[in-house]
């Protein structure tokens, strides 16, 4: 009996047969594990990506909605549910659920929080004990609590009589109303304007700047070895003007925080003259210079260059042909216009230019004079200018995601 089931123990040690099956079913089961497992992996990361890319433009609507100002917290934080669940609609339940965003809106920090929890059934892995999987998301975007101090070079030339110059009117409060909320503004910001035509109304300034009393109060150019910079109107860098030139009646207005009197010198304007938009450029850049202080009321005396929290910052528009110039020594206008905007991109100023249903050359003259392709907008009708002037003041306040 012993000899037998030894002979037969020997017998079965040595067939391998089941050996190898029963190797092959584990070893079929652990694929189809991992394989599994690796679905319900990418099952995952595709429904925390959906909800990413929901809770990103939801946080940046919000966002802009805060800058502009309009919206209460309660109405933004349904604006960004909308723009959550709208995005999500994608999903459409194919991947799993997810939780009711819970949205934080903070006017005081300028951040917008949008926090929600995805839930993903899972298929294979349920055989290791695990039913779904949770994976939080939170999105926050802030805009930089800094100062800004912006010089407007707005073209009041004949060419935008009409609907052209009432679109630029609403681009230009919509501008400051997003700049400067009625309420939890923390950051300090200033708009001088320089509206131009064929020359520049300097108003209370002209006397200063020019160094001569009495006369119309516009002036031109300015010539020698600081035509184009924003040296000092002092002894030979004074400005110059001429009995006989145009002059328009809008005229410049030093930095101020004052929302009514930028509107109420916007709404003033009157479209006449032509385009020496060089002016514009160089007074646009006058009144955030700190070389100009001895020049402007304490109000509107601009910070040091490189002043810490302090943006410095020119938008330049137009919808026409620089083509009026006095100085012929300096060059046309459009290179006079491209020496300004040299000199003030190297001092660290940002240079905004939008072309308003403007020809092809002034198109090329503009993305010339701004800082990158990123600063240069062009419009082809009132809704896509307010859109680009709306878009520059979200951008001076560096909205961005903080994920």
């Given at each position: 009996?012993?000899?037998?089931l ?31 497992v690796?679905?319900?992996y990418?099952?995952?990361?595709h429904?925390?990506?959906l ?10 609507a ?10 209460n917290d ?31 809106v ?14 993903v059934p899972?298929?294979i892995?349920?055989?290791a004990?695990f039913?779904?999987?949770k ?7 802030s ?19 009409g609907?052209k110059?009432?679109d ?22 200033r ?6 035509a064929?020359?520049m109304?300097a ?19 300015r ?11 002092v002894g030979?860098?004074?400005l ?38 060089h ?9 955030i210079s700190?070389?100009w ?13 490189g002043?810490?929290?302090t943006t410095?910052?020119?938008?330049l ?6 083509n009026?110039?006095?100085?012929s ?7 006079q216009a ?16 939008v ?13 010339d004079?701004s ?5 240069y907008?062009s ?8 859109q680009?002037f709306?878009e520059?003041?979200?951008?001076l306040?560096?909205?961005r995601?903080?994920?």
């Amino acid at each position: 009996m012993a000899r037998w089931l030894l002979r037969t123990s020997s017998q079965f040690a040595g067939d391998r047969r089941g050996t190898i099956a029963m190797l092959f079913g584990l070893m079929s089961f652990g694929f189809l594990m991992v394989a599994g497992v690796a679905i319900d992996y990418s099952r995952v990361i595709h429904m925390n990506k959906l909800m990413m890319n929901a809770a990103d433009a939801a946080a940046l609507a919000a966002g802009g909605a805060l800058l502009d100002g309009r919206l209460n917290d309660e109405e933004i934080e349904e604006l960004a549910r909308t723009y959550f669940d709208k995005n999500m609609e994608q999903a459409g339940g194919k991947f799993g659920t997810y939780s009711e965003p819970e949205i934080t809106v903070n006017r005081t920090s300028g951040d917008i929080v949008i926090a929600s929890i995805s839930t993903v059934p899972m298929s294979i892995t349920k055989i290791a004990g695990f039913t779904e999987i949770k994976m939080p998301v939170n999105v926050a975007t802030s805009f930089d609590q800094h100062d800004i101090e912006l010089g407007m070079a707005l073209d009041v030339t004949g060419s935008m009589r009409g609907t052209k110059l009432s679109d630029l009117k609403e681009a230009a409060k919509d501008l400051i109303d997003i700049l400067m909320p009625d309420s939890g503004q923390s950051n300090t910001v200033r708009i001088g304007l320089a509206p131009y035509a064929t020359s520049m109304n300097a108003g209370s300034y002209a006397s200063v700047v020019t160094g001569q009393s009495g006369g119309h109060t516009c002036v031109h150019e300015r010539t020698g070895a600081e035509r184009f910079t924003d040296a000092a109107p002092v002894g030979p860098n004074l400005l110059k003007r001429q009995s006989s030139m145009s002059c328009p009646s809008a005229t410049v207005q030093a930095l101020t925080d004052n929302k009514t009197v930028l509107k109420t010198a916007i709404d003033s304007y009157v479209a006449s003259g032509m385009t020496a938009g060089h002016l514009g450029a160089a007074w646009a850049w006058y009144l955030i210079s700190p070389a100009w202080n001895s020049i402007w009321p304490s109000s509107g005396k601009p910070a040091a260059y490189g002043a810490e929290n302090t943006t410095k910052a020119v938008i330049l528009m137009t919808d026409g042909i620089f083509n009026r110039q006095y100085e012929s020594g300096n060059g046309s206008s459009e290179a006079q216009a491209r020496g300004v905007c040299t000199e003030m991109k190297s001092k660290g100023v940002a240079v905004y230019a939008v072309a308003f249903q403007a020809p092809s050359s002034s198109q090329a003259l503009l993305q010339d004079c701004s800082s990158g392709s990123s600063f240069y907008f062009s419009a082809d009708n009132g809704e896509e200018l307010r859109q680009a002037f709306a878009e520059i003041a979200k951008t001076l306040n560096n909205l961005r995601l903080t994920n």
